[in-house]
């Protein structure tokens, strides 16, 4: 594909302290080798971008000009332990440097053959060729270890401006991989310094071709989509996304949008956790349950959509932190979790005062327990659990003052009371 290119791509040499920060004795370990057995290799992706933005490098990835064949016999001559081969057949080597840390280092490619997911490649040795099969300019440029940066389709101008575009033709990218559509918002949320400054022309493209996230698999939406949701501009940009069209492929056909806009304008400044901004769309537990079979969210984060749909509403009492804490307590899950999922609901609601409350709360320890009940004369079977729910909430209800002793006092009626139920 003919692309506006640089004729130089070699644009400038970085010499920042964020730059210097990544020459760890492992990554200069890895430059001798391949310096031993001459095949140039170069820091790719976002690395590169990130370190021009003046932050820390989070990931290094690594391109070179060796073929996968090639280095497995540099790395087998040197000693080196190679992990996970599974990247073999895309290119990928990843080399275990000094026993200590993996790098993985990608062959230089072409994309041949692509069916909108998947890729047959074909390996070569021309870096721009490399660079024009990647999604979007601010991840094409290349970084040498003496800090050249190698940029051939104006990814750096793009990144100067907070400017989102793919390499060439949008339409052209997007068809190759149509998880394409979801990176470019996970990198606007990035780059970006406004919340609504899309090119209309890349957005008409990505609504042209929002029907091929159909067949790209939930588990790769979700990756990049949770990216998005814990991003800047999350709230704006989810709305951009299904003003485009993507709801009805990421498994909300009816989003719910008024909602969306009420928890936008109540609580976006309080660091709402991805599942919050996808629960304020879903109308009822049914919705999540629709929405999990396409994303395949981990069961914290399922867990956390139906806590958020079904304790979201109002919450009457005397005192207001108390329906919350008897969630806490009374929980059929995991304690600390259970603290995290009131915490979400507490920000959903944008009841920062409460959330300032539960947050200095300690949680009481309940008192009595099933040994306790036996020893008191309650007879082991089903009586335990309705009885030990019923002590449990008078306790609560009396603000958890009442001591084992106290409690145990209570037993008798209690037991009479079951019985005549």
């Known amino acids: 594909m003919e692309t506006k290119c640089r004729e130089d791509p070699a644009l400038f040499k970085l010499d920042t302290p964020e730059f210097k920060n990544i020459f760890s004795p492992e990554v200069l370990d890895l430059k001798k080798l391949f310096d031993k057995y001459n095949y140039e290799i170069r ?20 391109a070179t000009v060796a073929t996968p064949e090639q280095m497995k016999e540099m790395f087998t001559a040197e000693n080196v332990r190679m ?5 073999e057949k895309h290119g990928t080597i990843t080399p275990r440097i000094n026993d200590k840390e993996n790098f993985e280092v990608t062959t230089l490619r072409i994309d041949m053959v692509t069916d909108g997911r998947h890729a047959e490649v074909e390996f070569t040795k ?20 003496d800090g050249t940066v190698y940029d051939y389709f104006f990814g750096y101008e793009d990144l100067q401006n907070r400017r989102v575009a793919f ?38 493209v990505i609504k042209a071709n929002v029907d091929g996230l159909q067949n790209v698999s939930g588990e790769r939406i979700w990756m990049e989509l949770k990216k998005t949701l814990q991003g800047n501009f999350a709230g704006d940009l989810l709305k951009t996304m299904l003003n485009v069209g993507i709801g009805q492929y990421i498994g909300i056909p009816n989003p719910v949008l008024k909602e969306l806009d009420v928890l936008l304008n109540r609580s976006q400044h309080l660091d709402l956790h991805p599942m919050s901004y996808l629960a304020a769309l879903l109308e009822n537990i049914d919705d999540v349950t629709v929405l999990h079979a396409r994303l395949k969210f981990s069961s914290y984060e399922r867990d956390m959509a139906y806590f958020i749909v079904e304790h979201r509403g109002e919450k009457e009492g005397a005192r207001p932190l108390l329906p919350y804490e008897k969630l806490v307590l009374n929980t059929k899950i995991k304690q600390k979790d259970a603290v995290d999922y009131v915490r979400e609901v507490l920000k959903y609601r944008g009841s920062e005062k409460l959330l300032q409350q539960f947050n200095s709360w300690d949680i009481p320890r309940f008192p009595i327990n099933g040994k306790i009940l036996k020893d008191h004369g309650v007879p082991p079977g089903k009586m335990y659990g309705p009885i030990i729910n019923r002590i449990k909430d008078i306790w609560i209800d009396n603000e958890y003052k009442q001591s084992t002793a106290d409690l145990v006092k209570l037993l008798p009626g209690i037991i009479d009371e079951h019985k005549q139920k």
């Open 43 to 62: 820091i790719a992706g976002g690395a590169v971008r990130d370190l021009l933005l003046r932050q820390q490098a989070k990931d290094l990835d690594f």
């Open 83 to 87: 992990i996970n081969m599974s990247g």
């Open 126 to 145: 021309d870096w721009k060729l490399d660079a024009n099969r990647r999604d979007l300019t601010i991840n094409s440029m290349f970084l040498g270890f």
């Open 167 to 204: 390499v060439g033709d949008a339409d052209v990218r997007i068809k190759e991989d149509y998880l394409r559509i979801m990176r470019y918002f996970r990198f606007y949320g990035r780059i970006a310094e406004k919340a609504n400054n899309h090119d209309q022309n890349t957005l008409d």
